[in-house]
């Protein structure tokens, strides 16, 4: 069993490595108050930039998320966008809730309901907005995956059953009766605990939190790879057989992986949605998650800091392409994953090996 090459990178070059997480945590804490500053300075960064940067973070926090059960425990998800549009969901009540005041949402007047449906009770109080965000998640990932592990389910058809679930979401939320805006799903919305979602203020809040919960999901992540658990996890991905023989029950160490990963997609989708705005069905669109998969084999599987970086760098060049070359982005991005695929067969962490071997 291969030890993670971002630990044993982080070993050898302690120093070096603390240096360097330290430089970008303080860089990524002081970007957002250069909101602040006049338009006319050179330092200055719009709300716009701003949003994207955390909207890219969010993507982030999904890519570590999943490469704790890739990565880790080879468990190949291509279903994650679903936990993730459902912590963005419960965010969204909420602040349809806050946006309705005492009415109904607009969805729902436009629909001639004439009440909530049961699920809604409570989801004006941030409180229980924030247990949903949690809940819904972590308890749909806790039934799916102990009836999935329970049946000795993994590889190609693990992956195919995710897919399946996700798509069934979608198609679920899609519709106008289920109380969740149809293929709309929820916008127009004004406060966030009564500050307003647009004002640059509740933008920088947003923006810290969103880091401190990338920071949490790394050290949680980096816990898990250092501890017994995490070795398990990685002789879950190798050699889960002869695990078995030795007397350990994968079920359990999967389940709980599982279940981990799916409630920080959760909170990543309820930080994305008042920083974007918008939440609809299109985000459990399987495509999302196939494409968060190719964030973590770009980035480097079983690194952590490698999906993070795999997160970044198609985001960032989709947001570059859409502007510079529209009609072309399709084509730069589908060349750069061949490129990667061809040259940079473990990711761009891969490269961190490469040089250490010369």
């Known amino acids: 069993m291969t030890q993670p090459i971002t630990l044993t990178l982080t070993r050898k070059a302690p120093r070096l490595s603390v240096v360097a997480g330290l430089l970008v945590t303080a860089a990524l804490?002081?970007?957002?108050?250069?909101?602040?500053?006049?338009?006319?300075?050179?330092?200055?960064?719009?709300?716009?930039?701003?949003?994207?940067?955390?909207?890219?973070?969010?993507?982030?926090?999904?890519?570590?998320?999943?490469?704790?059960?890739?990565?880790?425990?080879?468990?190949?998800?291509?279903?994650?966008?679903l936990f993730f549009a459902l912590g963005g969901y419960a965010m969204g009540m909420y602040l349809m809730?806050?946006?309705?005041?005492?009415?109904l949402p607009a969805f729902m007047t436009f629909l001639s309901w004439q009440k909530m449906?049961?699920?809604?009770?409570?989801?004006?109080?941030?409180?229980?907005?924030?247990?949903?965000?949690?809940l819904v998640p972590g308890l749909l990932a806790l039934i799916f995956g102990w009836f999935t592990f329970r049946s000795k389910i993994k590889g190609v058809y693990f992956s195919i059953m995710t897919q399946a679930l996700t798509w069934a979401g979608m198609l679920l939320f899609f519709r106008n009766e289920t109380g969740f805006g149809g293929n709309n799903g929820f916008t127009g919305f004004?406060?966030?605990?009564?500050?307003?979602?647009?004002?640059?203020?509740?933008?920088?809040?947003?923006?810290?939190?969103?880091?401190?919960?990338?920071?949490?999901t790394l050290a949680i992540g980096f816990a898990l790879a250092r501890s017994k658990f995490g070795r398990v996890l990685t002789a879950v991905r190798d050699a889960e057989n002869r695990l078995i023989f030795c007397g350990y029950h994968p079920q359990g160490f999967k389940l709980f992986v599982w279940t981990l990963s799916a409630v920080l997609c959760g909170l990543a989708g309820a930080l994305y949605v008042p920083q974007v705005g918008i939440i609809n069905p299109g985000?459990?669109?399987?495509?999302?998650?196939?494409?968060?998969?190719?964030?973590?084999?770009?980035?480097?599987?079983?690194?952590?800091?490698?999906?993070?970086?795999?997160?970044?760098?198609?985001?960032?060049?989709?947001?570059?392409?859409?502007?510079?070359?529209?009609?072309?982005?399709?084509?730069?991005?589908?060349?750069?994953?061949?490129?990667?695929?061809?040259?940079?067969p473990h990711g761009v962490i891969g490269l961190l090996r490469r040089r250490k071997h010369d």
Request: proline share 4%.
């Open 283 to 344: 985000e459990m669109s399987p495509t999302n998650s196939i494409e968060a998969a190719i964030w973590v084999a770009l980035g480097g599987r079983g690194t952590l800091i490698g999906p993070l970086l795999g997160a970044g760098i198609v985001n960032g060049a989709k947001s570059w392409f859409t502007v510079a070359f529209p009609e072309y982005w399709l084509f730069f991005l589908g060349l750069m994953f061949i490129l990667v695929t061809l040259f940079l």
């Open 117 to 134: 449906p049961w699920f809604w009770a409570g989801t004006q109080h941030f409180a229980w907005a924030l247990c949903l965000i949690v």
């Open 29 to 81: 804490l002081i970007l957002p108050f250069l909101a602040l500053l006049p338009a006319d300075n050179p330092l200055a960064i719009s709300t716009w930039t701003l949003t994207l940067i955390g909207k890219i973070l969010c993507y982030a926090i999904v890519a570590v998320a999943l490469d704790l059960v890739w990565g880790y425990a080879g468990l190949l998800s291509l279903g994650h966008g």
């Open 190 to 216: 004004t406060t966030l605990l009564g500050f307003s979602v647009t004002a640059t203020g509740t933008r920088i809040v947003l923006f810290i939190v969103t880091v401190l919960l990338l920071l949490a």
């Open 97 to 103: 809730r806050q946006a309705s005041g005492d009415s």
